[in-house]
Nanobody, 126 residues
Framework: QVQLVESGGGLVQAGGSLRLSCLASGRTFGTYAMGWFRQAPGKEREFVGVVNWSGATTYYADSVKGRFTISRDNAKNTVYLQMNGLEPEDTAVYYC???????????????????WGQGTQVTVSS
């Protein structure tokens, strides 16, 4: 089973940037799509974006499109979430997750993902 550990969260002013990292264990990391989700207090977990197994294809939620970028380095078993132009509405705990099935790009449904990280807090002040 893949274990995921996120890092890079913190407090940033509106308009600022942060880069989150997600380190995965397991030798088959490079065959699975990876996703990022977030959850604000009192709200449901929300899809942020996904990257396919090679890093060549990405999809994003409309709320972050043009501001957030997902990338991956399979040699380092790591996926990244670069967040620019942060807004107070982006405040949430951010989670990375590995797709439940290898090679396929999952939908935005959390049920399409298997292992999850513990999350990292991102707070954007106005």
């Amino acid at each position: 089973q893949v274990q995921l550990v996120e890092s890079g969260g913190g407090l940033v002013q509106a308009g600022g940037s942060l880069r989150l990292s997600c380190l995965a264990s397991g030798r088959t990391f490079g065959t699975y799509a990876m996703g990022w989700f977030r959850q604000a207090p009192g709200k449901e977990r929300e899809f942020v974006g996904v990257v396919n197994w090679s890093g060549a294809t990405t999809y994003y939620a409309d709320s972050v499109k043009g501001r957030f970028t997902i990338s991956r380095d399979n040699a380092k078993n790591t996926v990244y979430l670069q967040m620019n132009g942060l807004e107070p509405e982006d405040t949430a705990v951010y989670y990375c997750a590995v797709a439940a099935r290898s090679w396929r790009i999952p939908t935005a449904d959390p049920a399409d993902f298997g292992s999850w990280g513990q999350g990292t807090q991102v707070t954007v002040s106005s």
